[in-house]
């Protein structure tokens, strides 16, 4: 591969390799430090199965607008600079063999816009400096973020794996929470669940420290509804939000929060949450999906066409496996609710129907 490409003459624009099983190979340390002597200016190095020890000679590609990584080895030599001409990076399963490497990494990156770090590690703790960020996407183990100056940063997503949960202490979850004060332009927010795991621990205000004024999509990717504290941490953000527009739920794919009869968490909290008026009023989608035979959507469903003066359009959509006759009777009954809003129009899939 080496021999083919160094009888290329001219600039190398973009380069990708994608290989299994790569731990060292005699000719990717040349074949990078060529890379960095041809102007590239998208490098991208997908390995699987295993962690490749990237060279120093990355570090010289000085050239770089986007940087995509996985399972490498990623350790900047103390004379790096930075990459000044860097505006989207993604680290997937990246090894940062020092605390605080990706920090410094970004702080050398002053127009990185785009930033995506997935399953790495040494990123429990983070400083994000970016100036220019405007969107940012993490998925792993978070004990506290700090957005120390990101002014600009509009969509964030914020996800946890099954196996990522830790307990929190009160002061760590407070300085979760107080990481909405640094998102003064957020437009576009996603929540994993297990993401609320770390906002619900401890004690979980009525409303974030600011108001989320800018925010105007709000995402919650599988709520466990028959967890009460879940509930008040996701309705605290959804309280924060006075001008959403569009609000999308995935039901939490468990069998206990399906079960019939017994206490209802989320109605006991509905029932009492006319302050929420105020932060619906601007609502005009929704989507609700991954429901099974349709106990709190039913709740949900009846609540937001109570409270949503604007609302247009409402999706609903069950997970598969949902029984036929069951998800017809969820139907039958939520058509059936008062809509105070004349254009609120509810629209029904079929669980593998793609959303539109």
Known sequence: MFQILALHRGKVLKFTLSIPGLESCPEMDPLILYLSNKNCEELEFYVYESLYKLPPSLFLCVGLSILKLQCCIFNPPQTFNGFHKLVWVEFHQVNFTLNHAIESFISKCPLLERLTLDKCNNTQQLEIDAPKL?????????????????????????????????ELSTEETSNL????????????????????????????????PTTLEHLEVLEFNEICFDNPNE???????????????????????????????????????????DSLHDCLHRLREVELTNYLNGRYLINMVKFLLAKSLTLEKMVIQPREGIVAAEDHKVLKQVNRFKRVSPNAEIIHLEPNERLV
Do not use: M
């Open 231 to 273: 509930v008040h941490a996701a309705f605290c953000l959804i309280r924060s939000s006075p001008n959403l527009r569009k609000l999308k739920i995935k039901f939490f794919a468990s069998s206990v929060d399906d079960e019939e009869g017994g206490i209802d968490p989320l109605l006991s909290f509905l029932k009492d949450q």
């Open 177 to 208: 929470i107080n990481t909405f004060i640094c998102l003064p332009s957020i437009v576009h927010l996603r929540i994993g669940w297990n993401f609320l795991l770390f906002l619900r621990a401890g004690k979980i205000p009525e409303r974030l």
């Open 134 to 166: 405007k969107f940012f996407s993490f998925t792993g183990k978070l004990l506290s973020i700090s957005f120390k100056s990101t002014p600009l940063l509009a969509i964030v997503s914020f996800y946890e794996d099954a196996d990522d949960q830790v």
